[in-house]
């Protein structure tokens, strides 16, 4: 069993009595799951939320299915363990490999960033690209998606894999950054794309870098924002919806806490206490 939690004493009495009150999992490979948390304290105030950062095995992009199914079951399990009422899988990589097969395995509800970033992305335009990880780009799971949504637009899909380390880095403003990014817009910009999709939630950080390399009239999505109100309808669906005043935000991790805390304090705004998740002992260790 895992390590007592600031929730426990709570947990049982949410599960039975009132299962409304109990968190909502979160879970990327890293920070980039951060830009959906942004989302949920925005438009859903009210929700208690754990944020899993599986960053001893990031990036997520470069693993194979079997990997990151493995990897999605393990967290999930253990987020079930902690009794969430609802999932968010805060992962492009993880959407787009492994979505299908976990909800079929748990009986939680689970939601993936692809399908409502999809739909935005056919309302902003016609002409879209997509810079995702080489996993999401080679599934070709936003194309299949967009496509079955509006058959008469036009996708263009770019594998960008040094972002994710970049921006877990902490190099958003690097020069090398700068030219990383100029190097994967070009062939989009090349083809005079309307809209451009974050096909990973680590994305939306670049956003003042992308911005100054596109064109003024390309429109960003970010499934980030559209994935949360799909919770919000899931939620009042279920009638799971909180109306009392959430738990403060649990942080874990698979990797170094210190390292996660320092990357997450410009996006959070405060030095987060971080937990340790070790899935070899099922052990919980706090920083």
């Not at 090349?190 to 974050?198: K, R």
Request: charged fraction near 15%; hydrophobic fraction near 40%.
């Amino acid at each position: 069993m895992y390590s007592s939690s600031i929730f426990d004493g709570h947990l049982d009495d949410f599960s039975a009595q009132e299962p409304q009150r109990a968190p909502i999992g979160v879970f990327d490979s890293g920070v980039g799951g951060l830009t959906v948390l942004r989302q949920l304290y925005r438009h859903l105030p009210n929700e208690s939320i754990i944020y899993f950062g599986d960053t001893a095995r990031l990036p997520y992009g470069i693993r194979s299915q079997a990997e990151i199914l493995q990897y999605v079951r393990e967290i999930l399990n253990w987020m079930q363990q902690q009794r969430v009422k609802m999932v968010v899988m805060a992962c492009n990589t993880s959407s787009a490999l492994a979505l299908e097969i976990v909800r079929r395995e748990f009986s939680m509800p689970i939601i993936g960033v692809i399908l409502p970033g999809a739909k935005a992305a056919v309302v902003e335009g016609k002409r879209i690209g997509v810079i995702a990880t080489p996993a999401t780009a080679k599934s070709n799971a936003y194309r299949r998606a967009i496509l079955e949504i509006d058959p008469n637009v036009q996708v263009w899909q770019v594998s960008c894999p040094e972002f994710v380390p970049l921006i877990e880095q902490n190099r958003i403003n690097d020069p090398y950054t700068h030219e990383v990014a100029r190097s994967y817009l070009e062939p989009l910009i090349q083809q005079e794309i309307d809209t451009l999709v974050y096909g990973c939630t680590h994305y939306p950080h670049l956003a003042p870098v992308l911005r100054s390399l596109l064109p003024s009239q390309v429109k960003l999505v970010d499934p980030a924002v559209h994935v949360v109100a799909a919770c919000t309808q899931e939620l009042d669906l279920l009638g799971l919806s909180n109306t009392n005043p959430p738990l403060p935000t649990r942080f874990a991790v698979s990797g170094c806490p210190q390292q996660f805390a320092k990357s997450s304090v410009q996006w959070l705004g405060h030095t987060p206490t971080v937990e340790v998740v070790d899935f070899s002992d099922t052990a919980i260790s706090h920083f």
